[in-house]
T-cell receptor
Framework: NAGVTQTPKFRILKIGQSMTLQCAQD?????MYWYRQDPGMGLKLIYY???????DKGEVPNGYNVSRSTTEDFPLRLELAAPSQTSVYFC??????????????FGDGTRLSIL | AQKVTQAQTEISVVEKEDVTLDCVYE???????LFWYKQPPSGELVFLIR??????QNEISGRYSWNFQKSTSSFNFTITASQVVDSAVYFC????????????FGSGTRLQVQP
């Protein structure tokens, strides 16, 4: 059981470059999330999706975009990388339903540095 | 809006000591879920416990126990007879039963257990 898989694990970008952080889950979860974790802080929500074709902004969406064309995949795109986007990015998924708010399953994170 | 406060930034104990990590939350909703996650030095997030707002029973799992008190909006976590492997950052988090169901995290408490 792979759970939530994030790639890459580490990446260094130059200012102004773009990249896509990949996230895939194999648990048929409907909800998926992207969080960022800055040093010494808790995680903050960037974007989320409640199902294929449906996405919405979280607390800190500026500079990012997402798409959800399938249940399994939820990529996060940085269009013009800025130093403020240096962070650890976590993807998570959860199943909701009659027994709602099952714990979110997290990927191992992507450590991104913008120089 | 929801808020989770973990006032203890860092705690250092000696092995076999008991330690309590504090968590205070704010929400106007009556139905919500509280979580604790562990983040070891390797960086991944490990789910520890979920508690819903209607269940104030304390829970014990091995050396871990949780005390949920709605009257004080607290959800504290105690480790009994701490071990070096307990060294990690611990996050308390809250989610509602509606909407995006994303986690609102506290800023975390770093626990160092010295041998």
């Amino acid at each position: 059981n792979a759970g939530v898989t994030q790639t890459p694990k580490f990446r260094i970008l130059k200012i102004g470059q773009s990249m896509t952080l990949q996230c895939a889950q194999d648990m048929n979860h409907n909800y998926m999330y992207w969080y960022r974790q800055d040093p010494g802080m808790g995680l903050k929500l960037i974007y989320y999706s409640v199902g294929a074709g449906i996405t919405d902004k979280g607390e800190v969406p500026n500079g990012y975009n997402v798409s959800r064309s399938t249940t399994e995949d939820f990529p996060l795109r940085l269009e013009l990388a800025a130093p403020s986007q240096t962070s650890v990015y976590f993807c998570a998924s959860s199943r909701t339903g009659t027994d709602s708010n099952q714990p979110q399953h997290f990927g191992d994170g992507t450590r991104l540095s913008i120089l | 809006a929801q808020k989770v406060t973990q006032a203890q930034t860092e705690i250092s104990v000696v092995e076999k000591e008991d330690v309590t990590l504090d968590c205070v939350y704010e929400t106007r909703d009556t139905t919500y879920y509280l979580f604790w996650y562990k983040q070891p030095p390797s960086g991944e997030l490990v789910f520890l416990i979920r508690r819903n707002s209607f269940d104030e029973q304390n829970e014990i799992s091995g050396r871990y126990s949780w005390n949920f008190q709605k009257s004080t909006s607290s959800f504290n976590f105690t480790i009994t007879a701490s071990q070096v492997v307990d060294s990690a950052v611990y996050f308390c988090a809250l989610t509602l039963d509606t909407g995006r169901r994303a986690l609102t995290f506290g800023s975390g408490t770093r626990l160092q257990v010295q041998p």
